[in-house]
């Protein structure tokens, strides 16, 4: 059973920096594309990041574009969100999410079938 879980959250500084990962621990990620959304209060849910199942697509939200990384580890059924720099604005609750299908807006949220439960980002002093 396809299973995503969402880790690496936590309270930072601004300008501090934290990793996210994405865990299928169910199934097999490798052969899917995978993005991150990110929902802060008050906010719409919003796309943050996207990675094809090869790797070698990616994509990113202009807000977060030469601060954070998406890559991902096939063998271990992992993909990464790597955030620099982070902003008070960066926080809020992180989820990925998969897909089969490249074919279509990498942050549509509802083109994705699967989803984590997600992880807290704080950027506070």
């Known amino acids: 059973q396809f299973q995503l879980v969402e880790s690496g959250g936590g309270l930072v500084q601004p300008g501090g920096s934290l990793r996210l990962s994405c865990v299928d621990s169910g199934g097999t990620l490798d052969g899917y594309h995978v993005a991150w959304f990110r929902r802060a209060p008050g906010k719409e849910r919003e796309g943050v990041s996207y990675?094809?199942?090869?790797?070698?697509?990616?994509d990113y939200a202009d807000s977060v574009k030469g601060r954070f990384t998406i890559s991902r580890d096939n063998a271990k059924n992992t993909v990464y969100l790597q955030m620099n720099s982070l902003k008070p604005e960066d926080a809020g609750a992180y989820y990925c999410?998969?897909?089969?299908?490249?074919?279509?807006?990498?942050?549509?949220?509802?083109?994705?079938?699967?989803w984590g439960q997600g992880t807290q980002v704080t950027v506070s002093k």
């Open positions: 999410a998969a897909r089969s299908s490249r074919v279509l807006p990498p942050f549509t949220a509802s083109t994705y079938f699967y």
């Open positions: 990675i094809s199942s090869s790797g070698e697509s990616t």
